[in-house]
């Protein structure tokens, strides 16, 4: 694992970072699952927040499994890389308003405002708290459905709402302090994933965009649902559920 993860870490490092400035970037759309993202608006390749936290995880990850193999020296560096990162996102990928990206070499700011600025909330803990109470706020606001958060802000029309977004967000949100707002997001999505069958998206009106690959139960949509619906049973009593027919995350657990 440890051998195989520092690839992956020098993939990101090397051959996604063109302009050696030590951000990795994306060099297409569908090299972060969220292929039309108006991150890419300007072009590729493009420096974002989402891939920053990744490979700065990634060193952490790394950091704690050099200290189990008995490598101090390894674990120290790791632990810089993974600081190095972190701190290029808070001091140049933070606006004072939101997580913004760039492209790479050129450094011309692309701002954006879907749902993956603010990705970084997979960060949890270690988002400063000013930045961390600033999005909870902006999710509250323009991002809230009954079933999870909206891919893109409330504009008076239906939205609508990716599971893997809830994924990588809510945990991270009730980690950050933000626990009502999360559980109460992450019931609503595991609920209508529990009466509709879990799909990759939907509408925010609970109903699927019509049949295809990605509104028909799959592997992937049901994982998701799993991830979530697991961290809620692990967070929530079952007998707080908001509603009176059998928990679904009951049945989860048996």
């Keep these: 694992m440890y051998d195989g993860l520092t690839k992956l870490f020098g993939f990101w490092t090397t051959l996604r970072d063109t302009d050696n400035d030590g951000v990795p970037q994306y060099n297409h759309g569908c090299e972060s699952g969220y292929d039309f993202s108006l991150m890419f608006a300007k072009g590729v390749p493009v420096e974002t927040p989402d891939i920053i936290c990744y490979v700065a995880l990634l060193a952490e990850a790394l950091a704690q499994l050099a200290a189990g193999l008995s490598k101090p020296g390894d674990a120290a560096k ?10 290029k996102l808070f001091t140049e990928f933070w606006n004072g308003e939101r997580f913004i990206a760039k492209l790479s070499g050129l450094h011309e700011t692309v701002v954006f405002d879907e749902l993956e600025a603010y990705l970084p909330f997979m960060l949890g803990k270690r988002l400063p708290p000013e930045i961390a109470g600033k999005m909870a706020a902006d999710l509250q606001a323009s991002y809230t459905s009954p079933h999870g958060l909206l891919s893109r ?21 009730f980690e950050t302090g933000h626990r009502e ?10 609920d209508h994933g529990a009466e509709h069958d879990p799909v990759f998206f939907f509408s925010e009106d609970g109903s699927n965009l019509g049949t295809n690959q990605f509104t028909s139960m799959s592997a992937l949509s049901a994982a998701q649902w799993l991830a979530c619906a697991n961290f809620l049973y692990e967070n929530e009593a079952p007998m707080s559920m908001s509603s009176s027919k059998p928990a679904p995350l009951q049945e989860v657990a048996i």
């Design 78 to 87: 790791w632990r810089e890389k993974s600081d190095f990162l972190l701190g």
């Design 153 to 173: 802000p409330k504009d008076g029309k239906p939205g609508t709402i990716m599971g893997f977004s809830q994924v990588k967000i809510l945990p991270g949100l």
């Design 181 to 190: 707002q999360a559980l109460r997001l992450l019931r609503g999505f595991v």
